[in-house]
């Protein structure tokens, strides 16, 4: 049962790099979400998609892209890291339905330098 | 928007009852959502309440009133593997339905 995978566990960036946070899910769930968790502060989200071909801003999006091709995957890009992106990145899938919960992935942590 | 209020952190005893309170303001209020976290590792689902009342689930009860925009979390027969955050989350019309989350209670267990 893989549920939500997300990769890389941790990654080192150096402010002004790129990279791509991957995130699938195999339970074809139509919605996907991306937060970022800092210390205290909860869960924010970032971006969310209720199906393949669209997505929408969430409460942080700035610095952020996301893109949803296929209802298995929705990747998370950052473009120019920068060290407010300090944070643990979790993807999460559900059905969208009222009382089915969301469903995470392990969490990337991302440190940027 | 929307604002939701959970302690910071509580501790109690191995054995004891626990009470975690969550309050929260929204408009078009749709469900709420408790979800145990533990220390570097995901969320992961503990109920759900749409209808004001008491859910039962094992040793975890979880109770909304939607009048007063409250709900409470509350563990049973505490033990040291409950340690974790618990995480409150309200979905809303006026949030386009997406869950929010509140920041989290840390709940410590000790003997």
């Known amino acids: 049962n893989a549920g939500v995978t997300q990769t890389p566990k941790f990654r080192i960036l150096k402010i002004g790099q790129s990279m791509t946070l991957q995130c699938t899910q195999d339970?074809?769930?139509?919605?996907m979400y991306w937060y970022r968790q800092d210390p205290g502060m909860g869960l924010k989200l970032i971006y969310y998609?209720?199906?393949?071909?669209?997505?929408d801003k969430g409460e942080v999006p700035n610095g952020y892209n996301v893109s949803r091709s296929t209802t298995e995957d929705f990747p998370l890009r950052l473009e120019l890291a920068a060290p407010s992106q300090t944070s643990v990145y979790f993807c999460?899938?559900?059905?969208?339905?009222?009382?089915?919960?969301?469903?995470f992935g392990d969490g990337t942590r991302l440190s940027i330098l | 928007g929307q604002n939701i209020d959970q302690p910071t952190e509580m501790t109690a005893t191995e054995g004891a009852i626990v009470q975690i309170n969550c309050t929260y303001q929204?408009?078009?209020?749709?469900?709420l959502f408790w979800y145990q976290q533990h220390a570097g590792e995901a969320p992961t689902f503990l109920s759900y309440?749409?209808?004001?009342g008491l859910e039962e689930k094992g040793r975890f009860s979880s109770f909304l009133s939607r009048s007063k925009g409250y709900s409470y979390l509350l563990l049973k027969e505490l033990q040291m593997k409950d340690s974790a955050s618990y995480l409150c989350?309200?979905?809303?019309?006026?949030?386009?339905?997406?869950?929010?989350f509140g920041r989290g209670t840390s709940l410590i267990v000790h003997p």
């Open positions: 309440n749409v209808l004001d």
């Open positions: 929204t408009s078009g209020f749709n469900g």
């Open positions: 999460a899938s559900s059905t969208g339905d009222n009382n089915q919960p969301q469903h």
């Open positions: 339970m074809n769930h139509n919605y």
């Open positions: 989350a309200v979905r809303s019309s006026g949030g386009s339905y997406i869950p929010t």
């Open positions: 998609s209720v199906g393949a071909g669209i997505t």
